[in-house]
């Protein structure tokens, strides 16, 4: 059974940095797009930043220049480095892998179980 596990979260003050890591596990043949998505008390959840199996990446307008995402393949797992945090930044941050189970078969949307980061003095 696939498995998507975060880790990274915490409190930190503006301007601080965090690193978020998420490791997919399970049954995994291959996968495509892996991302970071976030989502504030009362507000909807929203892509952060995604990298596909090449390394191509897509950012969010409001983490540009501050958040850095990067993958290793090898161990399946996806990085966001957050910089420059804000207050703005304070949401549950959750990973999202699309998971092929065998060769030729679809790729399965599957998401972690979120990480709390809060940006705060």
């Known amino acids: 059974q696939v498995q998507l596990v975060e880790s990274g979260g915490g409190l930190v003050q503006p301007g601080g940095s965090l690193r978020l890591s998420c490791a997919a596990s399970g049954g995994i043949f291959s996968i495509n797009a892996m991302g970071w998505y976030r989502q504030a008390p009362g507000k909807q959840r929203e892509l952060v930043a995604a990298?596909?199996?090449?390394?191509?990446?897509n950012y969010a307008d409001s983490v540009k220049g501050r958040f850095t995402i990067s993958r290793d393949n090898a161990k399946n797992t996806v990085y966001l480095q957050m910089n420059s945090l804000k207050p703005e930044d304070t949401a549950a941050y959750y990973c999202?892998?699309?998971?092929?189970?065998?060769?030729?078969?679809?790729?399965?949307?599957?998401w972690g179980q979120g990480t709390q980061v809060t940006v705060s003095s």
């Open positions: 999202n892998a699309g998971i092929q189970y065998y060769s030729g078969g679809y790729y399965i949307a599957h």
């Open positions: 990298i596909t199996s090449g390394g191509s990446t």
